[in-house]
């Protein structure tokens, strides 16, 4: 017994020590990755060849090989045709144009708009006249000015006349749907959440709370309305209602930003706060088509050449030790644990 005592006291030693060490290399990685950042880069990459690439996969899996060589066989002739009608079409057809997929997935304070705007930059740079951009939109919205440079940022796409479609598959509301409302087409699964086209802020008050502790709080402003409510201050009903005629005015905006984006909407009947699925979407107005952004890209590779766009941070060395260090110190702990809970059994 006492053998195994000693023994399980030198194991917890020795897991302090290294756990120690582990959390002391950490912390220094951290801090110098804070003062060296990675520097952004964009990654431009064809979907139409990944598209290419699964549907070889898939059927070199399901047919024979002479069903294979027959199929080969056969896309040979399809393509030799095809060169040959387009070598005898009118060289100043049109051009059917490609497509640039953005993908954007909106937190609450929408700091993924720094990436949006370089985005968007770089494919103004690269576009035509008849090229497409394809956000896959998923936000439940956040900030009025975050979310209202995110719109900005879409707008700028259609301010150079060239077309932009939005799909949602999972949620575009409030600030999702701000952004969404700015697409020359809205696609939406049919159980996508899409609307609350609507304004709320709140924060606790702690101020009976002081009172009862006999903590007293001071707060000095300039202004009449330099601050409305306060989290620590007692609050009064003119702060409230001011309060509320600012949420009341920024709903407003927001009204006359979707209504000037989709001039048919019965905006009053849909900007009440409340949000709908896909088909009810549809249906008043918000959306126009009910199609998923798979199916839509699909669709489109027939004829069209796609291109997904993304803007990216690129992971400083110190950043990648210091996720490293971390698995390391989980494993670590976990194998030791798992020693010491059977030797002290």
Known sequence: MDFLYEYGLFIAKAITIVVAILLALGGIIALFS????????????????????ITDFARGELLSKDE?????????????????????????????????????????DAHEVDYLREEVTAILCVAKPDDEVLVRLESGGGVVHGYGLAA????????????????????????????????????????????????????????????????EFEQHTAGEFKR?????????DQGREKFKAELEDVHHMFKDFVQTQRPALDIDKVATGEYWYGIKAKELGLVDNIQTSDDYILAANQNKKIFTVKYSMKKSLPERLGLAAS???????????????????
């Not at 060169?83 to 490609?98: F, H, M, T």
């Not at 409305?228 to 009064?236: C, K, P």
């Not at 390391?328 to 002290?344: C, G, I």
């Open 34 to 53: 804070k003062q060296k950042q990675g520097k952004g880069h964009l990654e431009i990459s064809s979907l139409s060849d990944k598209l290419e690439s």
């Open 68 to 108: 294979l060589k027959l199929f080969h066989k056969q896309q040979k002739k399809t393509l030799k045709a095809k060169k040959k009608e387009q070598k005898n079409k009118d060289a100043n057809e049109p051009s059917k144009g490609q497509i640039f997929v953005v993908d954007f997935s909106g937190s609450m």
């Open 152 to 215: 900005s940022q879409l707008q700028r796409i259609k301010d150079k006349n060239i077309k932009l479609t939005i799909s949602v598959d999972k949620v575009a509301a409030s600030g999702g749907y701000m952004m969404a409302c700015v697409a020359d087409h809205v696609l939406a699964a049919k159980f996508a959440i899409i609307g609350s086209i609507g304004v709320i802020a709140q924060l606790p008050n702690f101020n009976k709370l002081l009172k009862k502790s006999n903590i």
């Open 228 to 236: 409305t409510l306060t989290m620590f201050g007692e609050n009064n």
């Open 327 to 345: 698995l390391s110190v989980e494993s670590l702990l976990m194998k030791l644990w798992s020693k010491s809970e059977t030797n002290f059994r």
